[in-house]
């Protein structure tokens, strides 16, 4: 099912799609979405009316592990990276998808974010850090998270770092490291997180929990508030924002569609 966060608070649905939804980037009102129990490909999803097409890749086998995209104005880009480490990316205006390798080399990317200061990516292998020169040495920090490795990872504009982890909820990265940042969620299996708006000193921070929903840690707050009205599907896996609109992908087919509270 595919729903809409109404302004007056509550969650609408629109259209029905074939399987869980594991990965998902909006861009220009268009989902790019990796569905459950495919070939492990990339689709284009009508928001509208949730007539999926799939994508050409320029890859024979592709087992996609991150899908993410950005939006600026009328320019747009997205991305996605395989469990191979390989990363492609088409940008507005153009039909052809860009190759690169950007990100710890010989680990599959499942979530990457960067500034000026560096970057930040969820690996196979853990959480992996870069400095700011944009070199090939990525190193853990001397802060690895406790449990499993993170699965997403989200940046604020107003300069934070939030890891998910699948076992131990969300943490944030201080100055000494990884600290707990899950007061207000109903649960530690976190599979996503994604930032709104990304570009504002404002950001709200958003957790897609399985068995939980969606929640949203708004700027200066230090507990979760839940996004549940008219969700009837709590078992999140995905998420995506683009504007003010956020995008979560759910098992047995749901992608609710919300709009920031």
């Known amino acids: 099912d595919l729903y809409r966060h109404e302004q007056d ?28 129990g495919t070939d492990g490909g990339l689709s284009l999803l009508d928001l509208a009316t949730g007539a999926l097409e799939p994508i050409s890749l320029p890859v024979r086998e592709v087992d996609i592990r991150r899908v993410s995209a950005w939006v600026s104005g009328s320019d747009w880009s997205v991305s996605y990276s395989t469990a191979a480490g390989h990363s492609f990316t088409r940008y507005s205006g153009r039909s052809t998808w860009w190759t690169g390798r950007y990100g710890p080399p010989g680990y599959a990317i499942l979530g990457l974010v960067g500034d000026s200061m560096g970057a930040t990516a969820a690996t196979s292998g853990g959480v992996l850090y870069q400095e700011e020169d944009m070199s090939e040495m990525w190193d853990a920090g001397g802060d690895a998270l406790p449990g499993t490795a993170a699965v997403s990872v989200a940046q604020t504009g107003w300069g934070r770092t939030y890891a998910a982890t699948y076992d131990h909820g969300v943490y944030e990265r201080g100055r000494d490291g990884w600290e707990p940042r899950n007061e207000g969620l109903p649960t530690l299996d ?53 504007g003010d609109a956020v995008y979560v992908g759910t098992t047995e087919g749901h992608i609710p569609l919300g709009l920031e509270r």
């Open 190 to 242: 976190v599979r996503a997180l994604a930032t709104s708006p990304a570009a504002r000193s404002d950001s709200s921070v958003y957790a897609a929990t399985f068995g939980g929903g969606v929640h949203v840690l708004l700027p200066d707050s230090s507990s979760w508030n839940p996004m549940k009205r008219g969700l009837t599907n709590s078992e999140a896996l995905s998420l995506a924002v683009e």
């Open 9 to 36: 608070g509550a969650w609408t649905p629109l259209s029905a799609l074939p399987d869980y939804v594991q990965f998902l980037g909006v861009a220009q009102a268009v989902g790019y979405v990796g569905i459950g």
